[in-house]
C-alpha cells in the first residue's frame, strides 16, 4: 500500500501546483518528468505520469462531479482534499478496466478511509451517475459517447464498488491498532486501618395512602343540549327562508311571462329548465345530530339570491331567443358560412402570395448564381490571358538568361584551357610525391591521413543525406496521410449534408402535403410563371456549370469551398421553409380561433 500511497500523494502534489489559467498541460508535464525522473524509478514515475495527464486532459469532467460532491454531500470536507478526489474520480472512470478491481482496492485502501467512502458513495449512486453526471458530461462530449465508455462500465462496477464500500466503513473498528504498554509505575497500598462496625439498619417509614380520585363527569365528553337546540331550529330556518325563497322565484317568473304560461311545450320547457338550474333541497326523514366528517360548503342568502338571479337571466335570455326564432327573426349560420368562404380565400391569396415571394427568392438566388457563374468564367478567361502573357515573358527571361550563362560558361572554359596551357609550359618538380595515406606522425590524439579524413567525411555526408531522405520520406508520407484525412472528412461531410438534404425534402414534402389540404396556392399563375422561370433559370446554370467544369487537380482546401458554399446556401433555403411554416402555423392557428369564436357566438 505504501507504494500506492507514494505515487498518489506526488500526483496530488503535482495537481495542487497546477494553475489552468496560466500553466500549458503539455509543458507542465515535462516539467514535472524532468524534476522527477532522478528521484523515481521508471514504473514508478510512468505510473505517475498517466495519473497525471489524465487526469489534466479531463479535468473539465472532473472538476463537475467533484463541485457536485462539495455542493451536496462534502460539505464538512477540506478543500485541501480536491486533487484526492479528482485522481480517485479520474481512476474509477477511466483506469478501473485497466488496473483490475483487485489493484484498485489497493489504491483505495492506502487513502483515509473516511473521505473515500463518501466519495465513492456519492460517485457510484446510480441516481447520480444516470441522471445529472450523464447530462453535465453529455454537453462536454457526445452522449452517445458518454453513456457506452464511461456510464455503462461504471453502473457494472457498481455492486463490487458497494461491497468494497462495506467492508472499509467496517475496518476501523475491527483493526484498532493496540495502543503502546507503559512502565510500571508504583501501586499505592490501602492503609491497614480498624474496619469501623456497620450501622444498624433503621426501620421504612410508612407510605402514605392517597385518596382515590373522583371519576371525570360524563357531561364533559357530551355537547351540551343548548348547542344541539340552537342547531336545529337554525336548520330549521333555513330550510323555511330556501322554500320562501324558491316560491318567490316561480311567482315572480309567472308573473314575467304570462303569454309562455298558456303554451304547455313552452312551460315544460321552462320547468325543466328551471329545475336544472335551480339546485334540489333534499330533506332527510330522520334529523341526525352529529358532525360529519366532510362538511358541505355554506350558502348563504345573498350568494343563493345571486346565483338565482344569474339563472333566471339565462333562462330569460333563451326565452327571448326563442321568441325572435319564432318570429321568423334570422340566423347566424349563413353569415359564418360566408364568413369562412371568404377566410379561406383570404387564406389561399397569402399562401399564394408566399409561395410567390419564396419563388421570387428562389428566381433570384437562381440569377445571382449565374451572374456568379459568368463572372467567374470571365475572371477566369482573364487569368488565362494573364497566364499566357506571363508564360511568354519567363520563356522569354529563360532564354536570354539561358544565353548569359552560355556565354559566361565559354569565357570560363578558355581561361580554364589558358591556365592549363601555362602549367604545362612550366617545368616540372623532380622529388618524391606528398604520400596521401601516410600519417603525418605529429603525436597528436585522433591523428590520421588525409584519405582516412576524407573517407570519414565522405561517410558521415553520406549519413546526413540518408538521414535527410529518411526524414523528407516522413513528411511525404505525413502530408500524404493528412490529405487523405481531408479527403476522408469532406466525403464524410457531403454524406452528411445529403443526408441532412433528404431529412429536409421529406419534411418540407410532408409540410407541403398538410399545406394541400388548406389550399393548394400552385394553381396560382403568378406561381406557375415564376416556377417556370426558375427551372428555365435553373437548367441554363447547369449548363454552365457542366462546361466549366474540367478534370483538373485542386488542394483539399480548395476542395472544401464548394461545399461550404453549398452548406450555406442549404441553411439559407433551410431559414426560408422555417419561416414559412412558422407562418403558415400562426395563419392556421388564428384561423382555428376566429371558428371556434364564431361557434361560441352561434351557440
Given at each position: 500500500?505504501?507504494?500506492?500511497e507514494?505515487?498518489?500523494?506526488i500526483?496530488?502534489?503535482q ?9 500549458n498541460?503539455e ?6 518528468f ?18 497525471l ?13 467533484v463541485?457536485?460532491f462539495?455542493a451536496?454531500?462534502?460539505q464538512?470536507?477540506?478543500?485541501s482534499?480536491?486533487?484526492l478526489f479528482?485522481?480517485i474520480?479520474?481512476?474509477a472512470t ?11 482496492c489497493?489504491?483505495?485502501k492506502s487513502?483515509p478511509?473516511?473521505?473515500i467512502c463518501?466519495?465513492?458513495?456519492f460517485?457510484?449512486?446510480?441516481l447520480?451517475?444516470?441522471s445529472w ?19 455503462d ?10 461491497e468494497?464500500?462495506k467492508q472499509?466503513?467496517?475496518?476501523p473498528t ?20 480498624t ?10 417509614e ?5 385518596p382515590k380520585?373522583?371519576p371525570?363527569?360524563q357531561?364533559?365528553y ?13 336548520t ?24 309562455l304560461?298558456r303554451d304547455?311545450?313552452?312551460?315544460d320547457?321552462?320547468k325543466q ?8 333541497i ?18 348563504n ?6 346565483e338565482g ?11 327571448q331567443?326563442?321568441?325572435?326564432l319564432?318570429?321568423?327573426a334570422?340566423?347566424f349560420?349563413?353569415f ?8 379561406a380565400k383570404?387564406l ?15 428566381l433570384s ?8 457563374q ?12 494573364q497566364?499566357?502573357e506571363?508564360?511568354?515573358?519567363e ?5 536570354q538568361?539561358?544565353?548569359k550563362?552560355a ?6 572554359r578558355c581561361?580554364?584551357i589558358?591556365?592549363?596551357r ?6 616540372t ?8 595515406t ?6 597528436l590524439e585522433g ?31 505525413g502530408?500524404r ?7 476522408n ?8 449534408r ?10 418540407w ?19 406557375l410563371?415564376l ?7 435553373a ?34 433555403w ?5 419561416s ?14 376566429c371558428h371556434a ?7
Amino acid at each position: 500500500m505504501t507504494y500506492y500511497e507514494k505515487c498518489i500523494e506526488i500526483v496530488i502534489k503535482q495537481l495542487d501546483k497546477f494553475k489552468p489559467e496560466k500553466d500549458n498541460p503539455e509543458q507542465f508535464l515535462e516539467t514535472v518528468f524532468t524534476s522527477l525522473q532522478q528521484t523515481l524509478n521508471p514504473q514508478k514515475l510512468g505510473f505517475v505520469l498517466e495519473v497525471l495527464s489524465g487526469c489534466l486532459q479531463y479535468h473539465k469532467l472532473l472538476t463537475i462531479v467533484v463541485d457536485a460532491f462539495y455542493a451536496r454531500d462534502g460539505q464538512l470536507c477540506l478543500w485541501s482534499d480536491y486533487s484526492l478526489f479528482e485522481v480517485i474520480c479520474y481512476l474509477a472512470t477511466f483506469q478501473i478496466d485497466e488496473l483490475g478491481f483487485q489493484l484498485f482496492c489497493s489504491i483505495i485502501k492506502s487513502q483515509p478511509v473516511g473521505k473515500i467512502c463518501k466519495f465513492l458513495r456519492f460517485f457510484f449512486n446510480p441516481l447520480n451517475l444516470c441522471s445529472w453526471i450523464r447530462d453535465e458530461w453529455s454537453l462536454i462530449y457526445e452522449t452517445a459517447h458518454v453513456t457506452e465508455n464511461w456510464i455503462d462500465p461504471l453502473m457494472r462496477w457498481q455492486p463490487e464498488v458497494q461491497e468494497l464500500i462495506k467492508q472499509l466503513e467496517g475496518v476501523p473498528t475491527d483493526q484498532i491498532t493496540p495502543l503502546k504498554t507503559k512502565a510500571k509505575v508504583t501501586v499505592p497500598k490501602e492503609f491497614n486501618l480498624t474496619v469501623p462496625r456497620p450501622r444498624a439498619i433503621t426501620m421504612p417509614e410508612p407510605v402514605p395512602t392517597m385518596p382515590k380520585p373522583r371519576p371525570v363527569p360524563q357531561s364533559t365528553y357530551q355537547e351540551p343540549k343548548e348547542q344541539k337546540l340552537l342547531q336545529m331550529i337554525k336548520t330549521y330556518n333555513r330550510r323555511t327562508a330556501e322554500e320562501l325563497l324558491l316560491k318567490a322565484n316561480m311567482e315572480e317568473l309567472r308573473c314575467a311571462m304570462p303569454r309562455l304560461q298558456r303554451d304547455p311545450q313552452v312551460q315544460d320547457e321552462k320547468k325543466q329548465l328551471w329545475h336544472q338550474s335551480v339546485p334540489r333541497i333534499h330533506r332527510t326523514p330522520n334529523l341526525t345530530f352529529y358532525k360529519p366528517n366532510n362538511l358541505p360548503v355554506k350558502l348563504n342568502t345573498a350568494t343563493i339570491l345571486r346565483e338565482g338571479a344569474l339563472y333566471q337571466r339565462q333562462v330569460e335570455k333563451e326565452l327571448q331567443r326563442v321568441d325572435k326564432l319564432v318570429d321568423g327573426a334570422g340566423d347566424f349560420s349563413e353569415f359564418l358560412e360566408w364568413q369562412k368562404k371568404m377566410q379561406a380565400k383570404d387564406l389561399e391569396e397569402q399562401l399564394a402570395a408566399g409561395e410567390c415571394r419564396r419563388l421570387q427568392g428562389k428566381l433570384s438566388h437562381e440569377e445571382a448564381i449565374l451572374a456568379r457563374q459568368n463572372l467567374m468564367q470571365e475572371n477566369k478567361q482573364k487569368a488565362d490571358r494573364q497566364k499566357e502573357e506571363e508564360v511568354i515573358e519567363e520563356s522569354r527571361e529563360l532564354l536570354q538568361r539561358s544565353t548569359k550563362e552560355a556565354k559566361e560558361e565559354q569565357k570560363r572554359r578558355c581561361e580554364l584551357i589558358a591556365q592549363l596551357r601555362a602549367l604545362e609550359t612550366q617545368p616540372t618538380r623532380k622529388g618524391k610525391l606528398v604520400d596521401l595515406t601516410q600519417i603525418p606522425g605529429y603525436g597528436l590524439e585522433g591523428e590520421m591521413s588525409v584519405v582516412e579524413l576524407r573517407e570519414r567525411l565522405a561517410m558521415l555526408k553520406e549519413t546526413q543525406k540518408r538521414e535527410q531522405e529518411e526524414k523528407r520520406d516522413q513528411i511525404i508520407q505525413g502530408k500524404r496521410a493528412k490529405s487523405q484525412m481531408i479527403q476522408n472528412t469532406v466525403e464524410q461531410i457531403s454524406l452528411c449534408r445529403a443526408a441532412m438534404g433528404r431529412t429536409a425534402a421529406l419534411r418540407w414534402e410532408e409540410k407541403k402535403a398538410q399545406a394541400t389540404s388548406l389550399g393548394t396556392p400552385c394553381q396560382d399563375e403568378r406561381v406557375l410563371e415564376l416556377k417556370r422561370k426558375m427551372e428555365e433559370r435553373a437548367a441554363e446554370r447547369r449548363r454552365q456549370t457542366r462546361r466549366q467544369t474540367a478534370p483538373q487537380l485542386v488542394s483539399p482546401a480548395r476542395a472544401l469551398r464548394p461545399n461550404l458554399r453549398a452548406q450555406e446556401e442549404m441553411q439559407h433555403w433551410l431559414e426560408l421553409d422555417q419561416s414559412r411554416e412558422r407562418r403558415l402555423r400562426a395563419m392556421q392557428e388564428a384561423g382555428r380561433t376566429c371558428h371556434a369564436t364564431h361557434h361560441l357566438e352561434a351557440s
